[in-house]
């Protein structure tokens, strides 16, 4: 099928690339049939379907005081899909969701499917002007709103309307221990409320299943690093084989108990929304992630499981001793991003848990490789705890390289090489909504171009050095920002840090750093650059240091491109 027909939904979602067909002889073995008894469309929602029979009376999800069984989220999930076709929802239409990780958000992670549509889980954190800004291009039809969020909704409602843009029907989903009348001001009087809705749905309503597994699933927002956040598609293909791919990534046996760390908006949570029904897992949500709230749950449900942001870790490590609470026999908790000093690992693991490390990106719908962490022999964190060797490939992504992004040809395996990451799978992306340009560049040559560095380790491993965008070049050597980020971290009084490239009158690059102490901490500069040279060879040592608060986005992650500009235009 031609490229631009493959890519219709990501421009105007209103088609998609269709798929096999299902009927018919298979040209080169004429007695075969290629037909629905043995072709049915991969989609995740078959997971629920399965675990509402397998797990009946096993626990589904559990919220506080609040239980549910896998044949009452199946059950739920039913009517909220009926009652979302009852309004008018139907394929490709886009129901956009701002809550936390709540039973409301898992269930329309199904639901939404179910009736036909496509989910797209919104960050939380999200400003009114961003808001709106992505609700216009989804062209949500409908937006679940959590009562927490509800101001920040109606403000870019408000921004959608003097734009002349019609914004989503509005669902306010309520406070557990709240019921209507509606307490908010200033309501659309169309508002629906959420148990009122799921009441109108039939418990008989017939799934509509995907014509095509390619059809999409859901659209994920990127973070916004390096620029305006972009829609990544996802297909029900790449939901059903990346849910399974989560199972064996993170380790899991059948009925694992996961506790809801990792945001739900992250990638659908990481795959794990739906690859939890497949397991007939317990579903523990958390509103509000604290270290107490994390160790209660994990002592009074047993959990097995939970992941998300490096953050994690610092809160657990930070955690006073009067929280701590006995954990059971190996939890496993999995992190992604820039991650904390070795010693925040070395307290989480002194604690008992098995923690492990991840690499991936919204693209790849998550982590895509993992690691269990383990500390070297060396006495530096940044020996012992380097970026850097990030796991080997894992089921579902068939290709995983570092290239030349010009030849195209595999980096040598001699640990020095610098090439770029490069991924190809089933697990990908469709592309990004209405944005074909930037799909056809993400995928040129048949790879997806991460832009991240690395080199190949003798054993074929790979190291992560950092972002394309975030090398530095200093004395012509090339400088890792993580590096020597990571250098910084490890300084006892340093809360933050962020390292880029800074120019001279002369055109030559050397590493510049904005540090945030951690409070009631001092600290001058030749503090810091002593502290620097002591652990890093000279060219990587950072010749200008300031100090002060971090530009960060909606998710918390460092816009460096920020940083730079600012450097530019103080000259």
């Known amino acids: 099928m031609p490229e631009e027909q493959r890519l219709t939904f990501l421009g105007n979602h209103k088609h998609v690339y269709p798929g096999p067909t299902v009927s018919g002889p298979i040209t080169l073995f004429p007695s075969c049939l290629y037909c629905s008894a043995n072709y049915v469309p991969l989609t995740p929602i078959t997971f629920l379907e399965r675990a509402a029979t397998v797990y009946a009376d096993k626990p589904s999800v559990v919220y506080g005081d609040v239980r549910f069984a896998w044949k009452e989220t199946h059950g739920r999930c039913l009517r909220l899909a009926s009652a979302l076709v009852n309004l008018g929802i139907s394929h490709p239409d886009i129901v956009a969701a701002l809550a936390p990780n709540i039973p409301e958000h898992y269930e ?13 889980a919104l960050n939380t954190k999200l400003d009114a002007t961003t808001l709106s800004v992505i609700l216009e291009q989804l062209e949500a039809k409908i937006m679940f709103v959590d009562y927490q969020f509800v101001d920040v909704a109606l403000n870019s409602f408000h921004i959608m309307s003097q734009r002349k843009c019609k914004p989503p029907l ?23 409320h959420f148990n009122q809705l799921l009441e109108k749905g039939q418990a008989d309503f017939k799934i509509r299943m995907p014509s095509s597994e390619c059809d999409p699933i859901s659209v994920n ?44 908006f992250r990638c659908n949570g990481w795959g794990l929304a739906w690859a939890m029904a497949s397991l007939g897992g317990t579903n523990v949500c958390l509103r509000n992630v604290s270290a107490k709230a994390m160790f209660d749950a994990i002592f009074r449900h047993n959990v097995t499981h939970l992941c998300g942001p490096p953050a994690l870790l610092n809160v657990i490590a930070d955690a006073p001793q009067s929280e701590h609470k006995p954990l059971p026999p ?17 307290k989480v693991a002194e604690l008992g848990f098995n923690v492990n490390v991840g690499y991936g990106m919204t693209e790849a719908m998550g982590p895509v490789l993992v690691r269990p962490w383990k500390p070297n022999s060396g006495d530096e964190p940044t020996e012992q705890l380097s970026y850097g060797d990030q796991g080997r490939p894992i089921l579902m992504m068939e290709g995983i390289d570092v290239k ?140 200008s240091v300031v100090f002060g608060d971090l530009p960060v986005n909606s998710t918390g992650k460092v816009q460096k491109f920020l940083i730079r500009e600012k450097i530019k235009c103080a000259g």
């Open 108 to 120: 329309l992670h199904f639901a939404v499917p179910m009736a036909g549509a496509v989910i797209s």
């Open 404 to 543: 030349d992004p010009n030849t195209m040809e595999s980096t040598p395996c001699d640990g020095r090489t610098i090439g770029e990451i490069m991924f190809k799978g089933n697990t990908m992306m469709l592309g990004y909504l209405k944005n074909q340009q930037a799909t056809k560049e993400a995928f040129r040559e048949g790879w997806y171009r991460t832009g991240d560095l690395a080199t190949r380790q003798k054993d074929g491993s790979i190291r992560l050095k950092d972002r394309a965008k975030d090398m530095i070049y200093s004395k012509g050597e090339a400088v890792s920002s993580l590096e020597v980020e990571a250098v910084l971290l490890s300084h006892p009084k340093v809360l933050n840090a962020a390292v880029v490239g800074k120019y001279d009158e002369h055109t030559v690059e050397s590493p510049f750093a904005v540090i945030k102490l951690k409070e009631g901490c001092g600290a001058t500069v030749e503090d810091i650059i002593r502290f620097c040279k002591a652990r890093l060879e000279t060219h990587m040592v950072p010749q």
């Open 330 to 346: 190996g939890v496993s908790i999995t992190v992604a991003g820039v991650l904390p000093p070795c010693q925040v690992f070395c």
């Open 221 to 264: 927002y990127t973070s916004g690093s390096t620029g305006t956040p972009k829609g990544a598609v996802y297909s029900h293909r790449g939901g059903h084989l990346n849910s399974a791919a989560a199972v064996s990534r993170f380790d899991m046996k059948p009925m694992p108990v996961f506790l809801w760390t990792v945001d739900m």
């Open 170 to 192: 509005l669902v306010v989903i309520p406070d557990y221990n709240k019921q209507p009348p509606f307490v908010f001001k200033n309501l659309p009087p169309d508002t629906l």
